[in-house]
């Protein structure tokens, strides 16, 4: 069995990185990208600025390391961001693990800043599509390629019902709270999760 990253006993210097990125994510939540600087985060994190660039060696890789823990959130904390298991369970787990991140308030807040800030900065842009959405929708490609191949499911295109399933999971849920800052149940989340899954097995299922 893979030994997962919350099973296994983390080296010092890994756990001070996750410590920095952590810190890091307030602080561009905070001040925003354009106006956060690698002295500000070193200052709130209690770290030498060299620290961070030996950790990270520029602001763009340290917003880029804070994108990829949270598309490993959604893939269940898998370091390799491998999606296994039976496609109602992963698609399931995936759907809501989407949910629960896109529906928050951090989550949202974030999402904000790269979208005012990406015309002037359109490398935010590239990092957050491509270590957030972009990973996350290349990883559900080749799971569903995979599926597809073993014949538990029936996907002629992967790319595309990859992108079906996490428009039809994410999309209305995230405009509402961007809009209207809304909050949602548990409950609901679970409904429409299992919902999402059932459309797509009902096109899709071998």
């Known amino acids: ?33 354009s106006e956060t600087t690698m002295q500000h985060i070193a200052d709130y994190a209690g770290a030498s600025k060299e620290t961070l660039y030996r950790h990270f060696g520029c602001k763009g890789t340290l917003f880029s390391e804070v994108m990829r823990r949270r598309s490993s959130e959604v893939m269940s904390g898998e370091e390799d961001g491998a999606l296994c298991g039976s496609p109602p369970e992963v698609l399931f787990s995936l759907a809501l693990n989407l949910l629960h991140l896109l529906t928050r308030a951090d ?3 974030l999402y904000r800043v790269v979208v005012a800030e990406t015309p002037r900065e359109p490398e935010l842009g590239r990092i957050f599509y491509g270590q957030g959405p972009g ?24 790319s595309l019902a990859a992108r079906l399933f996490i428009g039809s999971v994410t999309t209305f849920h995230q405009i509402q709270g961007l809009a209207m800052q809304a909050t949602f149940p548990d409950a609901e989340l679970q409904i429409h999760a299992r919902e999402a899954v059932a459309l797509f097995l009902a096109r899709y299922g071998a």
């Open 1 to 33: 069995m893979t030994q997962t990253r919350s099973s296994r006993r983390v080296p010092r210097g890994e756990k001070r990185r996750d410590e920095i990125a952590a810190v890091a994510e307030r602080v561009f939540l905070e001040r925003g990208y």
């Open 135 to 158: 990973r996350i929708l290349t990883r559900l490609t080749d799971y569903l390629d995979e599926t597809g191949k073993k014949g538990e499911l029936n996907v002629p295109n992967p």
């Open 107 to 109: 989550s949202l807040r």
